[in-house]
């Protein structure tokens, strides 16, 4: 049975061409970051969106592409809009719309997240106030929170896109039970990419 009190919410920009994995595109091409953006996504939705253990949403920018339901990947769930501002904005509108229940959000671009990371971090929301997953970049790849007895949002003057965007949140949070799951590795470049899988070279 469903466990409607659970959200899982997956991150994602539209698969449109020149738009996702901006990093990796300078290595690969803007075909290659696509294509890496998609089959990456698709296989996120496909392991971890039907899953009992909760209720999977896919929150998509730009806003207009969230009017799409299954035209952006295979089972895809319903598409929700992520809205306007920077990615903290996005998130904490995400964090306090959805009903309620404790809210994991995931990025679309890990290709190791697996349904046992979702679990972990519900399973730490049951004593802890939030749980995030950082990355070896600095960011994070996974950040949840059980919002009650209530939600105070930690992303005002976090720096996106850097080495600090995990240590600005942290700071963010304040005095309260966070828990920490294990490093997961973003993929930005086409070493990254070829130290996972040898399909993918420079120019593919």
């Keep these: 049975m469903r466990r409607l009190g ?118 730490a929301l049951g004593d802890h106030d939030w749980v995030l997953g950082p990355a070896g970049d600095g960011g994070y790849w996974l950040i949840g929170a059980r919002r009650r007895p209530h939600l105070r949002l930690p992303f005002a003057g976090v720096q996106w896109g850097g080495d600090q965007a995990l240590a600005g949140t942290l700071a963010g949070l304040g005095p309260v039970k966070v828990k920490l799951l294990e490093t997961l590795a973003d993929v930005d470049s086409a070493a990254d990419l070829r130290r996972r899988d040898s399909r993918w070279a420079v120019g593919t």
């Design 6 to 123: 659970r959200h899982l919410v997956i991150f994602a920009r539209a698969p449109r061409l020149g738009t996702v994995k901006r990093r990796l595109a300078r290595d690969i091409g803007a075909l290659g970051a696509l294509r890496f953006h998609r089959e990456t996504t698709a296989g996120l939705i496909r392991r971890l969106g039907d899953d009992p253990r909760w209720t999977c949403w896919l929150a998509v920018t730009p806003d207009a592409w969230a009017a799409r339901p299954g035209g952006l990947w295979p089972r895809c769930p319903a598409p929700i809009a992520q809205g306007g501002g920077d990615l903290g904005l996005r998130m904490g509108r995400v964090l306090v719309g959805l009903p309620p229940g404790p809210v994991v959000i995931v990025g679309a671009d890990i290709p190791d997240i697996r349904a046992r990371h979702v679990a972990a971090a519900f399973d």
